[in-house]
């Protein structure tokens, strides 16, 4: 275990978020399904967090500063991806009327840009359709359990340095 997480941990989390995002470019491209803004935030959380760690397994240094920024793109997609399961539970009248059927950039063009955000995570209908299952799981669902998988792991790497002496690396 310590040998997984001292040598392995930014290696296994650029792998698995290169899957998620050739899935996401599949799900696009070859099936045809157009995302959502919610889930185009998803989209590209996972594609930010992929680029980090890729950076960080080539870049010596920096290594801190990529983990923390790492650590907020997860988080924002996971509150992304719980938003859209919350939203898919609600019934269809009590959906909210937000900005999920607007382009998303025309939504950052019209708004500032955490006000944007916020129209965003608001969602609408649209952000509430569930178009595509797997296992038994929407795409929401397994993003949230991506995001959740990736924290978990970093939580765990980050007690086992600091309160067992595992190496930083």
Sequence with gaps: ?????EGYFNFIVTVASLIVVISQWYLE?????????????????AQAIFLIYLFKMV????KVLFDVVGMGFVLFGLSAG??????????????PLGLCDMPFEAI??????????????????????????????????????FFSSILTIMLVRYS??????????
Excluded at 59 to 62: F, N, R
Excluded at 110 to 116: I, M, S
Excluded at 160 to 169: P, T, W
Aim: proline fraction near 5%; charge should be positive.
């Design 1 to 5: 275990m310590k040998v997984i997480f």
């Design 160 to 169: 086992l340095i600091m309160f067992k002496g595992h190496k930083y690396n």
């Design 82 to 95: 719980l938003r859209q399961v919350y939203l898919q539970n609600l019934p269809k009248d009590e959906l």
């Design 108 to 145: 950052f063009s019209l708004y500032p840009f955490f006000e944007g955000l916020q129209k965003v995570f608001l969602g609408s209908s649209k952000c509430a359709e569930e178009q595509w299952w797997f296992l038994g799981l929407n795409i929401a669902e397994w993003s949230s359990i």
């Design 29 to 45: 491209n070859i099936e045809g399904l157009v995302p959502c803004n919610l889930c185009l935030l998803q989209k590209f959380s």
């Design 59 to 62: 870049t010596p240094k920096l």
